[in-house]
C-alpha cells in the first residue's frame, strides 16, 4: 500500500496570507489527524476527522480549519499566517481513528514557512 | 492529559544501556506509545504498551504507580540514533493521541 502522503512538501508564504495542505490517507483509512511539529512545542494536535466529520479539535485558533472529503481526502487551511505558523504540519490516518487503539501511519510533512 | 520527557536529548555510547523517560498525567485508563522519527524518515510507531513486544531491542512498561512509561534498551547501537516521542490517549472515547516534546537520542560510537 502506498504510504500518507501530503502536498506540497514545502510551502514559502508571507504574513497575512492564507494557506492550503493537502493530504492523502493511506487507501482505506478512515481517519486523518494533522499536527503541527515545532522545535519549541513539539507536536501538537490540530484537528482529526473521520468519515468527513470533525471529531477532535486541538487548542489552535479559528484561523486553522479544515475537511475531509468523501474519498477521505483531507484538507487544512490556516487564514491570516503569523509568523508563528512557520512549522512542519503533519498528517496521520488510521483505519479507525481515535477510538480504538489503533495505529496511526504519518506522511511527511509539509514544511511551512512564514516570512 | 500530559505526557513529559524530562530530557530533550540523551548522549550514550554504543553498546551502553538507554532509558529514555517518559511520565503522563491522565485520571483514567491510558494507552502509551513510543514513537521515533529517524534522520529524514517519517515519524512511525516503535511500540505500544498494551503488545508489550520488544521492537528493535526496546522495551518499555507501563507504571502505573509511578505514571511512568520509559524506554530501555540494554545495548545503544549507532542505529538509535533519532527522536523519540512518547504518546498517550485514553481507551475510552474519541480522543486524539497526546505527545510529550521528544528526546533526541544520539549514541556515540
Known amino acids: 500500500k502506498a504510504g500518507v502522503t501530503q502536498t506540497p512538501r514545502y510551502l514559502i508564504k508571507t504574513r497575512g496570507q492564507q494557506v492550503t495542505l493537502s493530504c492523502s490517507p493511506i487507501?482505506?483509512?478512515?481517519?486523518v489527524s494533522w499536527y503541527q511539529q515545532t522545535p519549541g512545542q513539539g507536536l501538537q494536535f490540530l484537528f482529526e476527522?473521520?468519515?468527513?466529520?470533525?471529531?477532535n479539535k486541538g487548542n489552535f485558533p479559528g484561523r486553522f480549519s479544515g475537511r475531509q472529503f468523501s474519498n477521505s481526502r483531507s484538507e487544512m487551511n490556516v487564514s491570516t499566517l503569523e509568523l508563528g505558523d512557520s512549522a512542519l504540519y503533519l498528517c496521520?490516518?488510521?483505519?479507525?481513528?481515535?477510538?480504538?487503539?489503533?495505529?496511526?501511519?504519518f506522511g511527511p510533512g509539509t514544511r511551512l514557512t512564514v516570512l | 492529559q500530559r505526557v513529559t520527557q524530562p530530557e530533550k536529548l540523551l548522549s550514550v555510547f554504543k553498546g551502553a544501556p538507554v532509558e529514555l523517560k517518559c511520565n503522563y498525567s491522565?485520571?483514567?485508563?491510558?494507552?502509551l506509545f513510543w514513537y521515533v522519527q529517524y534522520s529524514r524518515q517519517r515519524l512511525q510507531l516503535l511500540l505500544r504498551?498494551?503488545s508489550r513486544e520488544s521492537i528493535k531491542g526496546f522495551t518499555a512498561d507501563l507504571n502505573k504507580g509511578e505514571t511512568s512509561f520509559h524506554l530501555k534498551k540494554p545495548f545503544a547501537q549507532e542505529e538509535d540514533s533519532a527522536m523519540y516521542y512518547c504518546?498517550?490517549?485514553?481507551?475510552?472515547?474519541?480522543?486524539?493521541?497526546?505527545f510529550g516534546k521528544g528526546t533526541r537520542l544520539s549514541v556515540i560510537a
Open positions: 476527522y473521520f468519515s468527513e466529520t470533525q471529531r
Open positions: 491522565y485520571s483514567g485508563s491510558p494507552e
Open positions: 496521520a490516518s488510521s483505519s479507525q481513528g481515535t477510538g480504538g487503539s489503533n495505529e496511526q501511519f
Open positions: 504518546a498517550l490517549k485514553s481507551n475510552s472515547g474519541n480522543t486524539p493521541l497526546v
Open positions: 487507501s482505506g483509512h478512515r481517519s
Open positions: 504498551h498494551i
